[in-house]
């Protein structure tokens, strides 16, 4: 499905100001990597976050998934991704199955980023909308976040999305707490 970018609406009469989402393509590649590199190296703890495979993921994600970004000119400023090739993943499925029962598909929403200085704008929750919105034509399904337990900021922008946290555990050798959301959708 095509999705149109989108223009987010500010008070600024310069257009050098405006801001919009656009989906993201191997085209790309330079400029996420280097915004993810950057958002990595900023990071005052570690947090599930590979470095040393974004050159292997990155176009795999591009490829098959959904990619998201909130733009101003060039310049990224925040992130959102769905790796449809993981759908349905059943490593998650195995790690949800004691104490959640999926109905539909399962996606995990990741790379979910936004620069230090454009936070408090709701930006978050705008790429998951975003990115979420081009999942329209399934009638139901899971979606799925993981957050580290002390990253506060995150889990209040999953839950103002309409998440739920449902337990916490190791995922990859990492805390993460998991984040559900079911999603059924009238055609």
């Not at 993943?89 to 996606?107: D, P």
């Not at 559900?180 to 959708?185: A, D, E, G, R």
Request: hydrophobic letters at 35%; aromatic letters at 10%; glycine letters at 4%.
């Amino acid at each position: 499905m095509q999705k149109e970018n989108s223009k987010l609406q500010f008070n600024s009469n310069n257009d050098s100001d405006e801001i919009s989402i656009k989906k993201m393509g191997i085209s790309d590649f330079d400029n996420i990597k280097d915004f993810v590199v950057e958002q990595h190296n900023s990071l005052e703890r570690e947090d599930f976050f590979i470095i040393e495979d974004i050159d292997t993921e990155l176009p795999v994600i591009l490829s098959n998934g959904i990619v998201v970004a909130i733009m101003q000119k060039d310049k990224i400023l925040g992130l959102q991704a769905i790796d449809l090739s993981l759908k349905n993943s059943l490593t998650l499925q195995e790690i949800l199955q004691s104490v959640y029962t999926t109905n539909g598909e399962l996606y995990e929403l990741g790379w979910t980023m936004v620069r230090k200085e454009c936070r408090g704008k709701n930006y978050a929750k705008k790429l998951i909308e975003h990115v979420c919105s081009y999942l329209e034509d399934i009638s139901e399904y899971t979606l799925v976040a993981t957050v580290h337990p002390a990253n506060t900021i995150a889990l209040k922008v999953y839950m103002d999305y309409g998440m739920k946290p449902i337990f916490q555990t190791q995922y990859y050798g990492y805390d993460r707490t998991f984040l559900i959301k079911k999603v059924t959708q009238i055609k």
